[in-house]
């Protein structure tokens, strides 16, 4: 099957060549992983480094309420930051505003993000307001990660089992504002070393799991009745809607009968593939290779 | 004099209020001051972190040559952090654009990025795209500054001198765009610990001098034929133009004789007036308590 790359993925790679000319052994992870992972002068810990915007019209309408915006606009990078298996510390928040009666507005969407910080026991430390014509909210996160224990996307292995968490294709009309981000079991896998590759579900198994395959070079098989699918979801669907913020993650065959004895959350895991030699290309059983495209 | 708050100020302090109830002592700075200073679980030195953005029709127009906007986009976090005395280590940047005809256009804008952080030895490591109708890039930068070292806005004394690095009122038409931060010179500032209190002059001395005084719960006396004006300036337009990006900081009595013995940059330091009790209030010589506002 043909490899498709997003527009989006293209133009970020363009990009960001300026940027990947100079490297640097205190980078761990930068452009092409769920996060940035930089090693601390300290060598204790790894620090974890995200940001991550919602726009209106976009990730959410003018009909959504502010609070869920708020909740929706942290969610989506400490989804991010499960999936380096980082602990969130600290979050900036950036808001772009019309007016001034559109920011009395947003005083709810502060306590949206509030209200989930401090579930996950992380501070908000600062931010700034602009005036833009078109609302939108960015979330920069700061966090920790066992040094070198981060998995990337890019250590995935030909013969590795392709897992993700909880079903897939249930996002719309409301869990993409009210999705638990997966940070327990991120954390957990990365800190047992049973992900040997990890990103997060935003844009769709579709365009996701190419992602993941790309950065370890390596290709795929996935099952579509396998899938774990949410209730009236296809596997169409829960292949290709997006917006899911589950876990996707690949484990050493040596691994799996373990994860599967140890695994403690009430959240499920499901196999769904197999990671193939990069020659053999990406096999979805039909399925067609897209997801969400902010340039499409 | 009687004191104004900005109305991006006021917005600020009331949607910040469901942060500021719980406090860390894992963090020295939060809102308030020009970055969040974080203590790092090492003690060896304190981690600072800042976002910002610049939009289409407020930072910069449609005119402006990418090359700058993407120069200004890390220029102005930057400034924050020689405000902070720290050193830049590693940035995200977002990009909000409409479409790939504008995003085309924004490679240049990566170049800007690109050649001013590798002339402050700074790496950038992630960031993503997103879709808006109105062009924005928001900067997040992470630096590191001995642990305790930096100054933040609020350590300001009843005495202490106030000086300001660099000449005012001269930002427009091209400087904005492409100003040097201050960061060697905040740098020193803070290794030595001349400031008791330090902020950039992004919005203008007529609103920035206040959040210092403010913050630190003094007043103050600025003496108008003092001020260190740019060619054509009047005392007027170098009190309250805004997106001057040179340093303001105060200085104890005992240290400023050592302080003009000391300083070693090309840039000039000059002493515009002190601090005062906080029951004296605000005196200008007759200027406005104006700068740049958003929501004005």
């Known amino acids: 099957m043909k490899k498709v790359t997003s527009s989006e993925d293209q133009w970020i790679e363009r990009w960001t060549t300026p940027f990947l000319r100079r490297k640097n052994k205190g980078i761990r992870y930068a452009f092409g992983h769920d996060c940035a992972v930089l090693r601390s002068p300290s060598k204790r810990y790894d620090l974890v480094f995200k940001t991550d915007a919602v726009v209106e019209g976009v990730h959410f309408t003018p009909s959504t309420p502010p609070t869920w915006i708020g909740r929706k606009a942290l969610a989506r990078p400490l989804s991010d930051l499960a999936a380096a298996g980082a602990i969130p510390k600290a979050a900036l928040v950036t808001v772009g505003c019309r007016d001034s009666t ?10 949206g993000i509030a209200a989930l910080a401090k579930k996950f026991n992380l ?5 700034e307001t602009v005036r833009t014509r078109q609302l939108f909210l960015s979330v920069s996160l700061l966090g920790e990660v066992a040094p070198g224990y981060s998995p990337g996307r890019s250590g995935g292995k030909p013969g590795d089992h392709l897992f993700v968490t909880g079903k897939l294709g249930g996002s719309w009309p409301r869990r993409h504002l009210t ?17 040997s590759a990890m990103l997060d579900l935003s844009d769709g198994l579709g365009v996701d799991l190419p992602r993941l395959a790309r950065a370890s070079r390596v290709g795929f098989q996935i099952d579509p009745i396998k899938l774990p699918r949410a209730a009236k979801a296809t596997p169409r669907m829960a292949f290709t809607r997006g917006e899911d913020y589950e876990l996707l993650f690949s484990v050493p065959p040596r691994h799996v009968a373990l994860l599967r004895k140890k695994w403690p959350f009430p959240t499920s895991i499901t196999e769904i593939g ?12 039909g399925l067609p290779l897209q997801g969400y495209d902010h340039f499409r």
């Open 102 to 111: 559109q920011a009395r507005r947003l005083q709810k969407a502060y306590c």
């Open 123 to 127: 501070h908000v430390v600062g931010g």
């Open 179 to 195: 999705f638990n981000p997966r940070l327990a079991e991120g954390q957990w896998l990365v800190r047992h070393r049973f992900s």
């Open 274 to 285: 197999r990671l193939l030699p990069e020659s053999r290309g990406f096999h979805t059983g």
